[in-house]
């Protein structure tokens, strides 16, 4: 556990020799990273030390923030370089795509450690807390370096500091079994995913000869293959579908700004590890971008099936994630592909709405998180089907939650649409095109419209049945929002929300500068067709504006001076409703359910009435998720069997282990 | 541009008289006389004449699904070519902008009827959330073959350029099968039958009236006049698909856009006469048919552009 912490250490004192424009980016990570220790320091007395903490992550985030945005107002890049032990050299870099995600990793982390002020409220576990601020910080340094990295060994530093440091804090609350197991999955994830990207480091490496993230001489063949394990190992951080397992395990289980943080942000990192292969190996394969695209589809569709078939809020908003790192695959893979057919627009569109799409997904998710954490924090339940109603006592946090799943819904005027929206005009440029472009752009857009359909529906439910209607248990009367530190990133994410969704030229330039550093080959990216884009954005979401304000006076006139009553909701002659007759989120979703249901097979228990006096019966249902279905007879047994039988190796006696490595070196001596 | 918005107000207006075309071809299958054709304004009259009762259980959202519902549906009507007269509204992508304020207004009819804790509503509310997914699939499969045929992506483009036989000229087959596919989810969207019976009187067969259960007085007159102008819209569109002539003179084509869309209120009313609903699980599959054809009808295109 002490490790990691020393060896961060190490790295902040080769700062020092930093040169460049660097400096203010090492000084904002330098303020987070003593946030975490002063926090460790100060853990006797609670309150002081949740004070300094969150106020000394804030100002450094807030520093790294806005270097971030002047980075990507300039033109060309930062770089800073220093040697590890003098043995391994350690570049950092800062170029439009880093500076891009650099600054939505700032402004969510910023605004979640803001947040934990108020929700970490349990001050009989002082120390628990401290060692949560301090992996906090560390999970943001470490992020903040993974997407300024210039060089494998750094990455690959940062990589793993940013898998250790958000496994503590996924079993943050370690005393649940439900929590370990999660951790444990993660855990498991994030190595073998790690062990993927190895390899694809390690095949660059063995015929480059440098450490740089160059891949000159590397035949188009190997680029696919390094291409394809680093896809993998990203993918299974971001929650691409099929490595999407830990995900929905892990978001319940770590702390609420925390799960804001990760999947906002931190999942974001494997879509920036992508869109750096993809840049750095110069790949021209055809192929490579429909492959991005198909895993963006099914993890598109299948994310929000999955959603739409969760009980537990959390849960069901890290399927989100999968569903929306679906979408920002599509945008890629849109790219990828519009760039292998020489079509220009189709790639660029392509690549800005996914790369808009990361920014928007990190501002909307971290808000619903940030609302689902505001709900279990005053209710203590996750259960969907056991809230109801709270939007009449949580007012705040309804409207914004409301907002955020406009937005996450793709709708306008929010900004959810904004980044579909550019995915729909690079696919449809493919829609002209020949047989083996207009596939790929055809499939982007009908699975496009139909995750937008379903991430309606799914919303409709969440919104609905926990915010609407009327309590469905006794946790959620008589609730109450508390807590100003939680309600105020809350409003704010709202608000950017709506000002991307209205006004997004200004966020489209940031895009168009991040997609510069691609490296297409196209020159200088003009700005014209994005702004009249962005303009007719804001024409059509002003008008809308503007007719509802004005049915908004209609009805204002309508209703002067007309009797208003208030009375109970028409039950159809039924004179003794109780709120449990209402419809739940699992009745709601049955039938989309059913439709899809060779992809998300639906267990039910539920043991029939019999009898004149029938004994109390239940109902219960399950998704289960495919993946998870099988990874037990497929993967699970077969590597443990396989185990099993190598058992006899490991037999406890040292001086053969020695006589083991020994060995290990002879051989490596004659290959190498 | 004041020709555009005199045109738009003109549509809005007479979108409840329409709508009321559908009650007299009901009627006329019924052997009776059936309520006058004005008969929606006077509704709306009465309505807007009235107060309210609300729930104890709703919230401001209730409130919104009204408000929401009418001005997507009026902004969508300002994106639309009405008689191949240009749009009061157009920017290169509006046909996704109009078809995700829809969705919007889909949202707030949803979360509106989510308000009440009624059972019934709930259910309408899941069954409105489930077909149109479906819908926006196959309105999306046509978008392609539209731009696959003017490489636009404006409703004006589609729907307002004078060309002698439309789309007809370059790919009849397909447009026989885009109108059957637009016709369906014009049922649908709207809530006709088969998919929706509007006159029905069991809650629990209901997709649309049965979300409205609670609203009353203005917001529920709102509701109505936010359902014609959404059905005109669909009208109109499967109106110019059928009729897409120019024939010079603007009262003319005035006179075969609006005898077009006439035609659509009358093939409603006969459908709806002639037709019982669907069993709810049924549904699905009538809807997929539109998605179908219109997949066909891209398929098609793709041999004859090449």
Redesign the interface.
Known sequence: MHGKPAGDGAKKIATGGSKGHMNLFFLSIWIVGSGGVLALLLSGKFSAMKTVAALVIVAGCCLGMLDALSKLTQEGSAQASFSYLNTLSLEFRIDGLSAFFLMAIFAISMLAALYSFHYMADDGKPLRTAANYLFFSLLIVSMALVVTAANMVAFLLAWEIMSLSSFFLVIHDYQAAENRKAGYLYFVFSHVGAMFIFAAFGIIYSQTGSFGFEATGLSPALKVVAFVFAFIGFGSKAGVFPFHVWLPHAHPAAPSHISAVMSGVMIKTGIYGILRMYTFLDLHAPSVGIMVLVFGMVSGILGVVYALGQHDLKRLLAYHSVENIGIILIGIGIGIIGVEAENPIMAVLGFAGGLLHVLNHAIFKSLLFMGAGMVLHQTGTRTIDAL??L??NMKIT?VTF?IGS?AI????PLNG?VS??FI??GS?RG??AQ?LV?VPS?LA??S???I???A??C???V???VF???PRSQAARDVAEKGPAMLVPMVLLAGACGVIGIYPGAFMFMVVKAVTALGLDYGRIPMEPFAG?SA??T??AT??LA??L???AL?RF??QG???????????GFTRPT?R???TGS??????L??FRPAAPLEESHPPVKGLFPQKTHYHSHVHDIVEQSLEPFIVRPVGWLFDRLRWMQHGDIHLYIGYILLAIVVLLFFV | MIESILLWSFALLTTPLFAGVIFKVKAFFGGRKGSPLLINYYTLIKLFKKGSVYSTSTTFIFRMGPLVSLAAGAVALLFLPLAGHSPVMSFHGDVIFVLYLLGLARFFTIAAAMDTASPFEGMGAAREAYFPIICEASMFMILILFYRLTGELNMAAYFSVAQPLGFWQVAGSSMLFVVIAFFIILLTENARVPVDDPATHLELTMIHEVMVLDHSGPDFGLIEMGAFVKMFFYASIVSRLIFPFELGSPILNLAVFFAGALLVYVAVGVVESIMARYRMDRVPKFVLTSFALAFFATVITLEFLK
């Open positions: 109801g109603g939007m009449k309804g409301l406009l819904s793709g709708l306008p649409f579909e929206f729909y005009m449809f829609i002209s047989t207009f055809l857009v009908v496009l419209a139909i937008g359909g379903l309606l529906a919303f409709t439910k919104v609905g049945v609407q209607g009327e884009m007719n954005i024409l059509g008008v809308f007719a509802l004005a049915l908004l009805r309508l209703y007309k009797p208003v009553t208030r009375s109970g909701t028409w039950g159809c709120t007759m209402q419809y009745s709601y979703a049955a039938s989309i059913e439709f």
